[in-house]
């Protein structure tokens, strides 16, 4: 059997963090097996979905790397489709009208609860034939009233549910738009969906949709329903845990590699192995190792991988995404060293790329002021002497090198016979505008030999006019 897998989204929203592992999941297990994977949109409730939340969802899934196969299919251009096997359904006598008024389902649900019965649909037109003509009516699938259906899930392993427990579901409002339940069986059945990977609120659907499936002769897939994600302090994951929204984030600076390899791991697991590539993940992935018990979201685990792989990824891959938080902070890359060298010497002194691009403004930007608590304690008097020595080696240099960089600022130490401290960061702040940088030879070596000699001049302007205000 050729393995068909799918994400079907309804675009009411962006693409959240349980969607995206549940896409991830099933995209893994597509691969996994050699098959393929299906993204579809399921937009059937139209008051709700809008075009900027499906272009959410493709723009995330497109900046996880998690690329479809077939689609994205929308239901809303499939509606002839779905009336095609309404009608076969009616004529064949297992779905009939229902004229029964919303108030009137309501008051029989209200009386149903004061008994302290389940809310159910009584079956009331399931048999009758005297259709008041001219009145709107919905559509029922005749659900079977005896037996039960089983789902040998992946997960949760076997659950049997009793026909008794399932009304008829509605399959086509009075407005003759079909319903969501019905739509996913007819997708699933028409794009050859050999097993379905989605969250476990999904199960109450799982036993409606098998029994539309067999009153259709359609193959009924596999399903595997994952638990949900909940925030560390053990409620269901929302805004107030922070970012929830996956190009939330992209933009908060997290690598795609970082996110997936979390997300991953998030119910699943091989072994004690937390670092996964994307072959690794694909080549391990098995539906029948996810765990059913609710995932806690960690974020301080979230940012330790995206260190990880902004220090162990390619920095021209690291170079690529963070070019977007250059560009978004206003950071001109046109002035400066290439950002694969800037990627190099800052990967492992931040915890996002947009923090990286806050800190490295100095190598594509003169400063108009330096850092008041730094100036205040390097760029004192006693600095000034050192600073105009350094400048002299430094400009000195022929070949403009991290080494020949560093031989200038230590023999500058020695011949004012002071210690590395009263040289070095009185240079920092002169050369960034600030008290931290990566190592002085790195840093001034990329930024040009030209811009340092005015950087330090300018600090000593700035000490002069300090001793005669």
Known sequence: MSVVTRFAPSP???????????????????KSQGGEFVLR????????????AKQAILDGMQWLGLSWDKGPYLQTERFDRYKTFINQLLDEGKAYKCFMTSEELDQIREE???RGEKP??????????????????AIRFKNPLEGTVVIHDHIRGKIEISNTELDDLVIQRSDGTPTYNFCVVVDDWDMGITHVVRGEDHINNTPRQINILEALGAPVPHYAHVSMILGDDGKKLSKRHGAVSVMQYRDDGFLPQAVLNYLVRLGWAHGDQEIFSLSEMIEYFNLDAIGQSASAFNTDKLIWLNQHYMKTMPVSEVATFAKWHFEEQDIGLNNGPTLENVVAIQADRVKTLKEMAQISRYFYEDFTEFDEKAAKKHLRPVAKEPLIEVSKKLMAIETWSPENIQAAINATAEDLGVGM???GMPLRVAATGG??????????????KQKVEQRIDKAVSFISNRENS
Not at 41 to 46: M, N, P, Q, R
Not at 122 to 136: C, F, L
Not at 441 to 446: A, I, K, R
């Open 12 to 30: 009411t929203g962006y693409l959240h963090v349980g969607g995206a592992r549940t896409a991830l999941y099933s995209w893994l297990y597509a």
């Open 41 to 52: 949109i399921e937009d059937t409730d139209i008051e709700r979905s809008t075009e900027e």
């Open 112 to 114: 149903q609860k004061a």
């Open 120 to 137: 159910r649909y009584p079956g009331t037109w399931r048999d009758r034939t005297d259709h008041p003509k001219g009145e709107p009516y």
């Open 421 to 423: 401290g009263k040289i």
């Open 435 to 448: 008290g931290n940088s990566p190592s002085l030879d790195v840093t001034l070596n990329l930024l040009s």
